[in-house]
């Protein structure tokens, strides 16, 4: 007998959403491996490039690599594979595909994820401060910044920042996570602040593309909770105005901000695709990017493989937020 | 202008430039941005990208490399790499001598075997080694007394350049065991052991790749302690990371990027023969059915039309800048040694309306397109949208025809599908770019009748001149092969089967503190280890 119902039907809950979340990715897995299948442009051009082949060289690799085979077939072995962790191999590297998103998903969830936290921190914290500050000309000022770093595109502002504090000033490096004359015994503290010295750069430059939605959002939930009752109410009864605006004001309106982080979530993984390009960052957008030029088809299911899970997990943890933030969610039906 | 007479003196500048190298231990490091990552840069192995040839002249040494003069025809014409001497048994037999210094770098000395179990390597079809260019070679095979003996189908003055330059021993005693399918994908792929003067060291993927002097190597002390080249795919990070001092030298500096490099004052620039060749090439067959023969364009009279109708120089001058040609045949600046067939690539509107109504065509309904039987004028260009370059080339193009009367459509696509749509045939008008071997032979890999008839070939436009293939096959076997090349450029400008759009120089920003610096025309990197940094301008990298 379980001690808690509320914690007990939470469990059964998440178990059966983790459930349809697994269906819904072998879904969208196998409608990605057939469009995959389906795209013009001859794979085997990621080995040999424009360089001349004779018809049975061109037999032997097209069969070695798998090039050719009909789709349910290639369906039905990319799924065995799958499940034994295995999803093939590059056909430019010759590495498996696994070691190679295994490199590259570090540092994409490291520039993601620290542009999620600021997003969703200061973004929503400004995006609060402008609500309750409206006519202000801090306001107004915050408001057309961001919506102009909002416009201009990605790699428009990551140029700017690399001619100022890269070229300019040479304060950060201009390309690369990692400075690779680095000494391999270098200590962490070194190795952590040259860590950081690559990241200033993009991560800056994610934030200001993005940050004007989280604010925004935020700021019209606020605003829009503003004239509810209870929050009349409370002001009415005397309630302190910190406790007001935390309490009372922003927790509900939380929510839009909760279901935008489901959708940011693999919009940061993939959607960084320009910012790694003018970075050289060599995360799984720039991977996907250059793998579907070259039609390394093996990459561009594994990469997509990866943004399909983000995607789901994106929604379930948006899911799970809106639970614990709001008692509605929570009740049974 | 003499394009001999023009790029001579820039190349020896640069060679006349080096001293005597004093060993002395290696010190400094050269840092270069690679926009393709090196993945496997082992010969005959990897995807035949630029970032993997670059990284593997590094490692592994050819018998023989090309000299001063970039010449790839006479058996004095070549230097010495791991072949110390050559000498002729016959006219289609070539012995070479292996330099008993020469070893692996795991220490095991380079043999004949590696040379004999190299050639036979790449005839396994799971490689796809395009062996064209290697069609000149009969067998090879190790003599009693440890020599190489190459026997070759037809006399020829490339002999010793085929033999020597394009067989890249590979070592026996660490991959005979292995199946050719296999290679790739070993631990010797992912941490290549050579015999060139520096050593695999690390790679991270994705981001770079780490080489360190071999201090044992038997042709010199290398001037630099280590070589790293960072994986920067976007053309203008790389310059951003020139200028940030991130990297060192930079090759193919575009013409945009010049004037910020000079302002900046850390680098100098220096200019070698390039090797690339942009192109506007059309198709002999008729894109809906390739047996038939294209119904504008197999007409030589419109080609030349067309051509004339081009100003080669403004698109030229556009697209590359300074130091850009304009030959009528397809060859890029590294073969200047041949010379012939360039002009100043003005458009001479004139005689192209002159060649266009000699070919019937005429603006009969005055729609302001020249028809000919009723039929427009009508052709569609493809090229890969990526390539900012190609399509400037093929705005300008239409601007240019549309003043003639033809209408160009232009149709970006994918770069994937314009290699498949071009392999198929399925075009009027191609914008092409190729890096050209260091023999004007090689021409036969794209513009032979063979390869015209070949599936799969790079004939993608299914050229076929006869008199063409016998000018250029008959040139190496002449007495004075280089007129025998021009003679096959001539036939080429005047047969017209593309329009040579540019073939620029390759200029390389290097930073300042480099000496000895030597830059080689088609190979630009295969004397990085004679560079050096100098003793009072080292950066903390370099200590």
């Known amino acids: 007998m379980p001690c808690c119902p509320a914690t007990a039907r939470m469990a059964s809950w998440v178990v059966r959403r983790l459930a349809g979340a697994v269906l819904v990715s072998i879904i969208g897995i196998a409608v990605l491996v057939a469009l995959v299948h389906l795209l013009p442009g001859d794979p085997l051009t990621a080995i040999v490039g424009d360089r001349a082949l004779d018809p049975a060289s061109r037999r032997v690799m097209e069969h070695d690599l798998g090039i050719g085979r009909p789709l349910p077939v290639v369906l039905m072995s990319f799924f065995r594979d799958a499940l034994q962790g295995d999803l093939g191999h590059s056909l430019a590297e010759r590495r498996p595909v696994t070691a190679i998103l295994a490199d590259r998903l570090g540092p994409t969830m490291l520039l993601g994820g620290l542009t999620l936290l600021i997003d969703f921190t200061l973004g929503v914290l400004l995006g609060?401060?402008?609500?309750?500050?409206?006519?202000?000309?801090?306001?107004?000022?915050l408001d057309s910044l961001t919506l102009a770093t909002y416009t201009v595109p990605g790699f428009v502002i990551g140029l700017v920042l690399i001619w100022g504090f890269a070229v300019h000033w040479q304060w950060f490096p201009p390309a690369l996570i990692a400075d690779?004359?680095?000494?391999?015994?270098?200590s962490t503290w070194t190795v952590l602040i040259d860590r950081l010295k690559h990241l200033v750069l993009p991560v800056t430059t994610m934030v200001l593309a993005t940050i004007a939605v989280p604010l925004r959002q935020q700021r019209s939930a606020i605003v829009g909770t503003m004239s509810q009752p209870w929050v009349t109410a409370a002001r009415a009864r005397g309630v302190a105005t910190r406790r007001v605006i935390w309490q009372h004001l922003w927790r509900p309106a939380l929510t839009p901000v909760i279901s935008l982080l489901g959708l940011w979530l693999p919009m940061v993984v993939a959607g960084a695709v320009f910012v790694e390009t003018v970075f050289a960052y060599p995360g799984i957008g720039a991977l996907l990017a250059n793998a579907t030029a070259q039609r390394d088809i093996p990459v561009v299911i594994g990469a997509g493989v990866v943004l399909v899970v983000v995607v789901q997990l994106g929604s379930l943890v948006a899911d799970v937020l809106y639970r614990i933030v709001d008692p509605v969610q929570r009740e049974p039906v | 202008m003499n394009p001999v007479r023009s790029l001579r003196p820039a190349v020896v500048t640069v060679l006349l430039a080096v001293p005597t190298l004093v060993a002395q231990a290696p010190a400094g490091t050269l840092v270069m941005?690679?926009?393709q990552e090196p993945t496997a840069p082992i010969p005959y192995l990897?995807?035949?990208?630029?970032?993997?040839?670059?990284v593997t002249d590094q490692l592994f040494l050819r018998l023989a490399t090309l000299g001063p003069t970039a010449r790839t025809t006479g058996d004095r014409a070549m230097v010495p790499e791991l072949a110390s001497r050559w000498s002729r048994v016959d006219a289609t037999t070539v012995d070479f001598t292996l330099d008993p210094r020469a070893h692996w770098q795991d220490g095991t000395p380079v043999t004949a075997d590696d040379v004999v179990f190299t050639w036979n390597l790449i005839h396994s079809p799971e490689l796809g080694v395009d062996l064209t260019a290697l069609a000149l070679i009969r067998s090879v095979t190790a003599t009693r007394t440890g020599e190489i003996r190459v026997r070759f189908t037809e006399p020829s003055s490339e002999q010793v350049y085929t033999a020597g330059f394009l067989l890249q021993p590979l070592p026996a005693h660490l991959l005979a065991r292995m199946p050719a399918s296999g290679i790739a994908s070993s631990d010797f792929a992912r941490s290549p052991i050579g015999n060139g003067p520096f050593r695999f060291e690390r790679r991270v993927p994705g981001q770079s790749l780490e080489l360190r002097a071999d201090p044992s190597f038997f042709l010199g002390m290398p001037g630099l302690k280590r070589l790293v080249f960072l994986y920067i795919p976007s053309t203008d990070a790389q310059v951003n990371a020139l200028l940030a001092g991130q990297t060192d030298v930079m090759s193919d500096v575009p013409a945009t990027a010049l004037g910020r490099i000079?302002?900046?004052?850390?680098?100098?620039?220096?200019?070698?023969?390039?090797?690339?060749?942009?192109?506007?090439?059309?198709?002999?067959?008729?894109?809906?059915?390739?047996?038939?023969?294209?119904?504008?364009?197999?007409?030589?009279?419109?080609?030349?039309?067309?051509?004339?109708?081009?100003?080669?120089?403004?698109?030229?001058?556009q697209a590359f800048g300074p130091g850009v040609q304009t030959p009528r045949a397809v060859r890029s600046q590294a073969w200047f040694w041949v010379g012939g067939a360039m002009d100043a690539g003005r458009a001479d509107t004139a005689r192209a309306r002159a060649a266009f109504r000699a070919a019937g065509w005429v603006d009969h309904d005055g729609d302001g397109i020249l028809d000919r039987d009723g039929v427009p004028l009508r052709l569609g260009i493809i090229y890969p949208v990526q390539s900012s370059v190609f399509s400037a080339i093929a705005v300008q193009l239409q601007q240019m025809w549309r003043m003639m009367g033809v209408q160009l459509d232009l149709e970006p696509i994918d770069g994937p599908v314009w290699v498949?749509?071009?392999?198929?045939?399925?075009?009027?008008?191609?914008?092409?770019?190729?890096?050209?071997?260091?023999?004007?032979?090689?021409?036969?890999?794209?513009?032979?009748?063979?390869?015209?008839?070949?599936a799969g070939s790079s004939n993608v436009g299914h050229w076929c001149d006869p008199?063409?293939?016998?000018?250029?096959?008959?040139?190496?076997?002449?007495?004075?092969?280089?007129?025998?090349?021009?003679?096959?450029?001539?036939?080429?400008?005047?047969?017209?089967?593309?329009?040579?759009?540019?073939a620029p120089a390759n200029r390389i920003a290097v930073h300042q503190r480099f000496e000895h610096v030597i830059v080689r025309p088609s190979?630009?990197?295969?004397?990085?280890?004679?560079?050096?940094?100098r003793a009072d301008a080292m950066l903390p990298r370099d200590r």
Not at chain 2, 297 to 309: E, H, K
Request: charged content about 20%; hydrophobic content about 40%.
């Open chain 1, 128 to 141: 609060v401060w402008s609500a309750l500050h409206p006519r202000t000309r801090a306001a107004r000022l």
């Open chain 1, 180 to 186: 690779p004359l680095l000494p391999t015994d270098a």
């Open chain 2, 33 to 35: 941005g690679l926009r």
């Open chain 2, 46 to 54: 990897g995807p035949p990208t630029t970032g993997n040839a670059d």
């Open chain 2, 262 to 317: 000079e302002k900046q004052g850390n680098y100098r620039f220096v200019t070698a023969p390039g090797n690339f060749v942009t192109y506007v090439l059309f198709n002999a067959r008729s894109p809906g059915n390739p047996r038939l023969a294209h119904p504008i364009l197999s007409d030589s009279l419109t080609r030349r039309a067309l051509a004339l109708s081009v100003d080669r120089a403004a698109i030229a001058r």
């Open chain 2, 420 to 454: 498949e749509r071009r392999r198929t045939g399925r075009f009027d008008i191609d914008i092409a770019g190729a890096n050209q071997d260091p023999s004007p032979s090689s021409l036969a890999q794209s513009w032979s009748c063979t390869s015209a008839e070949r």
């Open chain 2, 467 to 502: 008199e063409f293939d016998r000018l250029r096959d008959r040139a190496p076997t002449l007495p004075d092969p280089i007129s025998g090349f021009r003679a096959a450029f001539t036939r080429m400008a005047a047969w017209q089967p593309a329009i040579v759009a540019a």
């Open chain 2, 523 to 533: 190979k630009a990197w295969t004397s990085l280890w004679q560079w050096r940094v």
